[in-house]
């Protein structure tokens, strides 16, 4: 290798001649220096995160063949194995004595191609390009990663009809993919959205407490690895070890943890088990680990990554985090704060799912109503022409999005959302004594919350908001405000999120009063 006498790159100067070797030798250079790199920092291995890692699937067909999914891989030697389309490799049980282990292997070629004959002198001739492939064997002997890099290996036996996807990943059995012994090069993190990140960090240490509670209060052991589990993973997030080749790996280990820790409440604690909440506690779970079953994120036509699939499974796992506090015994209702009856009519709700701009008029059960007022959020002028403002929060963060209403119409708006504290703000151009309509556009990909508003200082109610919708996310969520509590031509609003470790979006708000 050249390493070993040093690396000569190649200097030009006036006048050098060169010749082909010396070309040839500028490119060896490059190439040799960047198999170093992998073998040094990534070794050998399929690349995680890149398209499909190569995986070898079975066909869904009665036969003896399987597919290579699109992936990347490095060999003992450093070189790059791209393989950019899905290949279809069929086995012929004539080429072997069985019962036997096959190997899938990848390697690296390299192929001669454009070639060209100048015909003014036909010694002058040669190939223009080298053309760099990867190329699916199938081996009877162990693979040697200097130059082969296993996919998938399949014990075959002499009645074998199919090849099929193993039923236990774990343990494979005859004639079954077995996926165990694919090796993985090095990669640490990756890129994922902050907006998840922020969210994965926040749910993380909320949770850990959570779990740590239960198992010093109520003395469930197996609470205690989910707790040391999710600071391990919170660990290894501000380090920036975990990116998209890694996170539902490390996300499908936690829901193992917390699955023993379901067992042991229904072995050991009947108290606790007999207590509603377990319930839904314990299908948040299932749901959690369904969906982390596959163990890596969704990667559409393009072979680009959708963050959709992460985003659902912390929506999952937050919701869980309601049920296990009261199991804990730490959700308790704020007091004095009664729910209250609402008088928002089925015409109204169906307000939420209006796409279009707001009509300056409505009519509502026969009522007509204005719109007297709207706050642009992010707009500095309709924000402090509003005293918009968010305080106390524990944390805030400003969020665009380009989603959809229910009547699959998108749109793209941007807003502020924000944990703990309250937000307050004006509506202008009140007449006293009429009662208020108030929309607030939001992102419905979490529900299940509840929000309590004042009015001039004087509590009006609780805004419930239940449910979620991963798939269209806008919603013009209303909230009434009876006439006896507008009392001034600037009515200043007061919103606050009573529910424990959530937070609230808001993109923009309307204000309809009856005429």
Request: glycine share 6%; net charge negative.
């Amino acid at each position: 290798m050249a390493e070993d006498q040093g690396f000569k790159r190649i200097n030009f100067f006036k006048g050098f001649v060169t010749t082909t070797k010396d070309w040839n030798d500028a490119e060896r250079y490059h190439v040799e220096k960047r198999k170093l790199h992998n073998r040094c920092f990534h070794g050998a291995g399929v690349v995680p995160g890149y398209r499909q890692e190569l995986k070898v699937r079975a066909r869904g067909r009665a036969d003896m063949s399987v597919e290579v999914a699109p992936g990347y891989a490095i060999d003992g030697q450093g070189n790059d194995i791209l393989l950019y389309e899905t290949e279809i490799k069929a086995i012929n049980k004539g080429d072997f004595k069985l019962p036997l282990t096959i190997y899938f292997v990848v390697k690296y070629v390299e192929e001669f191609s454009d070639f060209i004959a100048y015909k003014e002198n036909l010694d002058f001739k040669g190939h223009r390009r080298i053309q760099e492939k990867a190329v699916i064997e199938v081996s009877i002997t162990d693979p040697d990663v200097a130059s082969q890099v296993e996919i998938a290996r399949v014990y075959l036996t002499e009645d074998a009809k199919k090849i099929t996807d193993a039923k236990d990943p774990l343990d494979p059995g005859p004639n079954e993919i077995d996926l165990r012994f694919v090796p993985k090069a090095g990669v640490v993190g990756g890129y994922l959205p902050m907006d998840l990140i922020n969210r994965l960090r926040k749910l993380l240490r909320a949770q850990r407490d959570i779990y740590y509670r239960l198992a010093r209060d109520k003395k469930v052991l197996a609470a205690n690895g989910v707790a040391l589990g999710l600071m391990t993973v919170d660990m290894l997030l501000e380090s920036g070890a975990i990116g998209p080749q890694n996170i539902m790996p490390l996300l499908a280990n936690l829901g193992d943890l917390e699955w023993d820790t379901v067992n042991e409440i229904e072995a050991t604690k009947p108290t606790l088990k007999a207590m509603k909440d377990f319930g839904q506690f314990k299908h948040s779970i299932e749901v959690f680990r369904d969906m982390v079953e596959d163990k890596s994120l969704v990667v559409d036509e393009n072979d680009l990554i959708n963050f959709d699939s992460l985003d659902q499974v912390i929506a999952i796992q937050e919701k869980s985090s309601g049920p296990l506090l009261s199991i804990v015994g730490e959700q308790l209702p704020p007091e004095g704060l009664e729910e209250v009856a609402s008088d928002i009519s089925n015409e109204w709700t169906r307000i939420k799912e209006w796409s279009q701009a707001m009509p300056e008029n409505v009519t509502i059960d026969g009522q007509e109503w204005s719109l007297i007022d709207s706050i642009d959020i992010l707009n500095k002028e309709s924000e402090q022409a509003h005293m918009f403002q968010i305080v106390d929060a524990r944390d805030s963060w400003r969020t665009r999005q380009r989603i959809r209403y229910p009547d699959g119409a998108t749109v793209e708006d941007v807003g502020i959302a924000h944990e703990g504290g309250y937000t307050t703000f004006e509506i202008r151009n009140v007449t006293p004594n009429r009662p208020i309509m108030l929309l607030r556009r939001m992102d419905y990909v979490r529900g299940d919350f509840e929000i309590e508003y004042y009015a001039n200082d004087l509590r009006v109610g609780i805004s419930q908001c239940p449910g979620s919708d991963k798939r269209f996310r806008w919603r013009n969520w209303p909230f009434y405000i009876p006439a006896e509590f507008v009392t001034s031509e600037a009515l200043k609003i007061t919103q606050k999120a009573i529910t424990a470790e959530r937070d609230i979006n808001m993109f923009r708000f309307w204000f309809y009063q009856a005429l």
